[in-house]
DNA sequence: GGAGCGCTGTACCGTATGTTACGTATTTTG
DNA sequence: CAAAATACGTAACATACGGTACAGCGCTCC
């Protein structure tokens, strides 16, 4: 079974003439840089000329010039959304049938924090942080806990935090308490709703800061959201793991308390004075 | 020092308006591939227009889009010629605060699963997944949500799933319905909650199998449950993590699923024609 | 050694792509 | 609340890119 092109050339690049050859090693050499760039600077690069790397390709099976780079993309951006979790995590001591899914789920916390900037995360604790008006929260399916749990932490250090829960008339009512003040946090992850993307919709039309949790395809809420925290999601399991956005979210929880304290907020002093 | 576009652009992501913005997101989300495409693919991606996006390039910088692309290329290359450097983020790129949140989170899910044999997830799984009596689940004041989480789970793969909110008299109340072959899954870590305590207890006399998700200095529930899973769940925060237990459930949640489809589970058939 | 075939490069073409100008909408500021 | 500034998209534009026709060259095989 041939699954790369680095692969599918290897297998043909015997029944090449010298030109498509010296095109194919070029490629090979610096696998798979040259074949992203230009027709002119592959055919320079492998010392032919541009119709020869066109040959080349189409004898690869490929009907053009941007279906190949197309391919070679998507093989470049499955290389890296598996970033060889082998050789990264230590060769696992239990051999057994966890170590997958904690495996894949540690890879996605790391891979969604690399895509996640300190400036950012501190740009959305500050925002929920500057009590100007009220915090919203409300989730999907499955990420509604997520919502709760925010909702949850986020109610105790601060007023006026409130999770969206039960029907869809029920939170749609609130919109009328929302406007340019607050802020609307939401979880949509795969499969999206359309219930919550209306939502959105409707409160970014009232002005409300948008701040997003969503899966690396981006709930279309994006295109509403201030802000949006893109978790990668994949495990080996028949479910979409949230584990990634659970982590984010607290450690969301700890910038905004951190913050909350910093500004010597009455609250929290009042609050440390009733334990 | 800023060394990779990704960094570049969570620098300036503040400061830009809201289209430019959304590019930035949509590229982050699947970075880099996105920005090795078309501009119209790009644009059409991140919902805005190709203007936008050239603006965009040009906001971080570049001269021209080529230009932008080739600087993705090269920064692909670094990383595809040495894929140590993508291994080792350890000497945390971000030197700001989210990083030793998140290294605390990894290493308590690493030490979680340490002391966590395959064995006695399998057991729990297994038992789950028996469909002799009901499942209920519960949690306290900040765990709740998990509790939620693997209801709203487990109740789409399997019936008499439920999950006990509400004031303390609500759940009280079911305990009628307990009995030995029934499995109660409870939420607990620090502050214990004495009335989850007492509720574990009757429930333990009526010869409920419990299962207590808490944190490694054990609830005190710990001393009526069947299984005991202890989460670590110290971080940098003024809260408590409670990440290490939502792996931990997550893991739970897809060892039940995959045990029910090897029963060949006529209401996961059922389920996927409905579909 | 000559005829035939196949490979390669030059030159040209059509088009898809990046780019720019401008008008409208939106936000910000006084 | 008005006016200025900024941001965004539509549409027209220029270029450079991929694609193709064709001619020359070398190679192979009679």
């Given at each position: ?85 082998r050789t990264l995590n230590p060769p696992s001591p ?5 170590s997958?899914?904690?495996e894949?789920?540690l ?169």
């Amino acid at each position: 079974m041939i699954s790369s092109i680095a692969e599918l050339i290897a297998d043909r690049i015997g029944t090449m003439p010298a030109g498509e050859r010296r095109a194919a090693q070029t490629l090979i050499a610096s696998y798979p840089m040259i074949g992203l760039k230009t027709v002119a600077e592959f055919s320079a690069a492998a010392g032919v000329s541009s119709p020869t790397i066109l040959r080349f390709v189409a004898r690869l099976g490929f009907q053009n010039y941007p279906e190949f780079q197309s391919s070679l993309q998507d093989e470049l951006a499955a290389q890296l959304q598996s970033p060889a979790i082998r050789t990264l995590n230590p060769p696992s001591p239990n051999g057994g049938t966890v170590s997958p899914m904690l495996e894949a789920t540690l890879e996605n916390m790391r891979e969604t924090f690399r895509h996640l900037s300190d400036r950012q995360l501190a740009d959305i604790a500050a925002r929920l942080a500057e009590r100007r008006g009220k915090t919203f929260l409300i989730g999907g399916r499955f990420t509604d806990p997520l919502a709760r749990y925010m909702a949850a932490h986020l109610a105790v250090i601060q007023p006026d935090v409130f999770h969206l829960a039960g029907q869809e008339s029920m939170w749609r009512d609130r919109l009328i308490d929302m406007g340019k003040r607050d802020v609307l946090v939401i979880f949509d992850i795969r499969r999206y709703q359309d219930s919550l993307v209306r939502f959105a919709e409707k409160a970014h039309q009232r002005g409300v800061h948008i701040v997003l949790f969503t899966d690396q395809w981006l709930s279309p809420i994006a295109r509403f959201a201030r802000h949006v925290i893109a978790g990668r999601t994949a495990v080996p399991s028949a479910w979409d793991s949230s584990a990634a956005l659970f982590v984010v979210a607290e450690t969301l929880i700890g910038a905004v308390t951190r913050q909350l304290e910093a500004d010597g907020a009455r609250r929290i002093r009042e609050m440390e004075g009733l334990r």
